[in-house]
C-alpha cells in the first residue's frame, strides 16, 4: 500500500506539471462554482458584494504564495515583474490575454455545436452573455473606480477596456452630453468568415443581450438602443452599431 509521501513515484516529470496546471485549472473552476451557487442562493446583488469581498482576500493569499514560491514580489497588490515588464511587452501581452479570451469562448462555442448543433451553441451562447456581460461590467467599473452613476461617460470609458478593446477595431462618436454611437468597425469574428467567403455570424441576439446588460451595470438609467448588427445589412465600415443614451426624462 502506497503512503502519502511517497505518492508521487509513480509519476513522471511532465506528469506532475500537467498536475500543477491541473490543479491551478480546478482551482479557477472552483471559484467560479462558488459565485454561482452564491448567485443561485442569494441573488446576483448580493453575490457580487460577497465576490467583492471573496476575491480580494483569495487573490491576495494566492498570489502571496505563488510569489514566495516562484521568486517574485508583490508591489501594491501587482507582481513586480509586471511592473517592470517594457511597457510595449505589457501591451502586446493584453492583447495576447484578449486573444486568448476570445479563442476560448468560440472553442466551447463549437464544442456545444459539434455536438448538438447551431441551435443550441447559439442558445447557451446567448445565455452566457448575459451572464457575462453584466460580470465584465462591473469588473471595469470597479477596475476604474467609477460612481454608482457615472452616466454615458462612464460607458464610454469602460467600454475601451473590455476583453476584445484591443483586439477589435472599435470607435465612440459623441452624439451629446448624454448620447453615443458605439460602432465595431472591425470585428475579429466576423472578419475571418469573410476572409472564409463565409456570410456574417448572425450576433444581433446575444449583442441585445450583450450590450444592454453591460451599459445597464455601468449605469442603471443608460439605454441601449441596436443601429444594426448581424443579421442586419451594414455599411462597410462597420459591423455592429449601438446608441447608448440616457432619455431627457431619466
Not at 475579429?188 to 472564409?196: H, T
Request: proline fraction near 5%; hydrophobic fraction near 40%.
Amino acid at each position: 500500500m502506497a503512503t502519502m509521501d511517497k505518492w508521487d513515484e509513480g509519476f513522471s516529470q511532465e506528469e506532475l506539471a500537467r498536475l500543477a496546471i491541473d490543479m491551478m485549472h480546478r482551482t479557477v473552476v472552483h471559484h467560479v462554482m462558488w459565485f454561482k451557487e452564491v448567485e443561485h442562493q442569494m441573488g446576483t446583488e448580493e453575490a457580487m458584494k460577497i465576490f467583492d469581498a471573496a476575491y480580494k482576500r483569495s487573490y491576495d493569499t494566492q498570489m502571496k504564495r505563488l510569489g514566495k514560491f516562484f521568486g517574485f514580489e508583490m508591489t501594491e497588490g501587482v507582481p513586480k515583474p509586471l511592473l517592470e515588464m517594457p511597457r510595449e511587452k505589457l501591451l502586446k501581452l493584453l492583447n495576447e490575454l484578449g486573444i486568448n479570451w476570445l479563442a476560448g469562448d468560440g472553442i466551447w462555442f463549437q464544442a456545444v455545436e459539434f455536438k448538438h448543433g447551431m441551435y443550441d451553441a447559439k442558445r447557451c451562447n446567448d445565455t452566457c452573455w448575459a451572464k457575462f456581460s453584466p460580470f465584465e461590467a462591473w469588473s471595469i467599473k470597479r477596475f476604474l473606480n467609477l460612481p454608482e452613476n457615472p452616466g454615458v461617460e462612464g460607458v464610454k470609458q469602460a467600454l475601451q477596456l473590455r476583453m476584445y478593446a484591443r483586439i477589435n477595431v472599435q470607435s465612440i462618436i459623441d452624439e451629446g452630453p448624454n448620447s453615443i454611437v458605439f460602432q465595431m468597425n472591425d470585428c475579429r469574428v466576423q472578419s475571418a468568415r469573410k476572409r472564409q467567403g463565409l456570410e456574417d455570424y448572425p450576433c444581433k441576439s446575444a449583442g441585445l443581450v450583450e450590450y444592454s446588460s453591460f451599459a445597464r451595470t455601468i449605469d442603471s438609467r443608460v439605454k441601449t438602443e441596436c443601429i444594426g448588427c448581424p443579421p442586419d445589412e451594414h455599411p462597410e465600415e462597420w459591423f455592429c452599431a449601438w446608441r447608448f443614451y440616457i432619455p431627457e426624462e431619466a
